[in-house]
Antibody, heavy 120, light 107 residues
Framework: QVQLQESGPGLAKPSETLSLTCTVS????????WSWIRQPPGKGLEWIGN???????NYNPSLKSRVTMSVDTFRNQFSLKLSSVTAADTAVYYC??????????????WGQGTMVIVSS | AIQLTQSPSSLSASVGDRVTITCRAS??????LAWYQQKPGKAPKLLIY???SLESGVPSRFSGSGSGTDFTLTISSLQPEDFATYYC?????????FGQGTRLEIK
């Protein structure tokens, strides 16, 4: 059974860099694309970016200048760094597996999510 | 970028009701649409992909239809555990977008 678990600080200071890691268990990280998605309190879902085990990544254009994603195949983990954070980056951050179907991509397995608050 | 607009934003229904939620794309997207269910404090759960394909383990009372710009998620007979928020989602050229969500409440 594939499971994803987010980890990282729950608090970040304005202008600093938010760092999160997602640990994949029950499957090799080399088999799929992996994503980060976030959800501000009481609001909808926003895709942040994708990464493949090779390091090939794609980011949401609205966040691209501040996002860096990386992968560690040895530890079966992938990570997110979001720089120059503000209160608007306060959200639950989810990692998810990308499932490629006949027509499109969807997110078939999700982590439980981790709340990150940006505050001084 | 393609925009997804869900309607209604919220609705109230009773156990046993048949419910339909609509997702409209700002341009044609063939069958490239997925649906998710999210309960409070939980991660979203994939229900439907490719507009009408039921994800493994999802009850058959859930169904999806549509292509092009207009899509629907139907719950044939609401169960107590179905009260949640539902999102549609599309992927195109390395950009994933979500609808704003439809909150399904108990009447």
């Amino acid at each position: 059974q594939v499971q994803l678990q987010e980890s990282g600080p729950g608090l970040a200071k304005p202008s600093e860099t938010l760092s999160l890691t997602c640990t994949v268990s029950g499957d090799s990280i080399s088999s799929y694309y992996w994503s980060w998605i976030r959800q501000p309190p009481g609001k909808g879902l926003e895709w942040i970016g994708n990464i493949f085990y090779s390091g090939n990544s794609n980011y949401n254009p609205s966040l691209k200048s501040r996002v860096t994603m990386s992968v560690d195949t040895f530890r079966n983990q992938f990570s997110l760094k979001l720089s120059s954070v503000t209160a608007a980056d306060t959200a639950v951050y989810y990692c998810a597996r990308v499932y490629s179907s006949s027509w499109s991509d969807a997110f078939d397995i999700w982590g439980q999510g981790t709340m990150v608050i940006v505050s001084s | 970028a393609i925009q997804l607009t869900q309607s209604p934003s919220s609705l109230s229904a009773s156990v046993g009701d048949r419910v339909t939620i609509t997702c409209r794309a700002s341009q044609g997207i063939n069958s490239a649409l997925a649906w998710y269910q999210q309960k409070p404090g939980k991660a979203p759960k994939l229900l439907i992909y490719d507009a009408s394909s039921l994800e493994s383990g999802v009850p058959s009372r859930f169904s999806g239809s549509g292509s092009g710009t207009d899509f629907t998620l139907t719950i044939s007979s609401l169960q107590p555990e179905d009260f949640a928020t539902y999102y549609c989602q599309h992927f195109n050229i390395y950009l994933y977008t979500f609808g704003q969500g439809t909150r399904l409440e108990i009447k």
